[in-house]
């Protein structure tokens, strides 16, 4: 009895372990595609605008799904924060000093996001697709006045934006990367063309 017993319970583990084995595979292959389009910053987002197009264009065919769209627009805009946000964020912890320096003896620190453009465009891209599969079960197109929902999710926007430029300027930050940053005058040069001219 316990030896069948054994062998049925074998024989169920058995059974799951190809369908694990399968799922596995899967994800090899998944995250081998993804870490080819890593560099390709230009095409990823291009591909995603495509999406986010044609996201729009189901939407408004249908003329529905807006409860949707607005929980989308909450995330997305929870994602660009991320994105704008540094990664030690000095109004949480006072100690640390401004991500980027302000004077020419100040040393040089790029500014690191709080959450990686490559994320950014994963969540940005899986939450679209989420999205987009939703529109079509008809127990997601919930009723709603949709200008409400827009009119509260640009003034959501705004105000969010204000903050995060405020806090921009009062850290001295810039959360894109423009080449380094140069300090001070080229105080230098003169030394070391007359010193090549020794």
Known sequence: MEGSGGGGGGGGGSSGA???????????????YLDKWTPHAAYRWMGTMVMASI???????????????????IYLLNLLIGFLSPLADPELDPSNSPMLPTKGSDEFKPFIRRLPEFKFWYSFTKALSIAFLMTFFSMFDVPVFWPILLCYWLVLFVLTMRRQVAHMIKYKYIPFNLGKQKYGGKKSSPGTSSSRAD
């Open 18 to 32: 190809p369908v694990k084995q399968y799922l596995q595979e899967l994800s090899k292959v998944f995250q081998y």
């Open 55 to 73: 996201y729009v264009l189901r939407v408004l065919y249908v003329q529905g799904f807006y409860i949707v769209s607005y929980g989308l627009g």
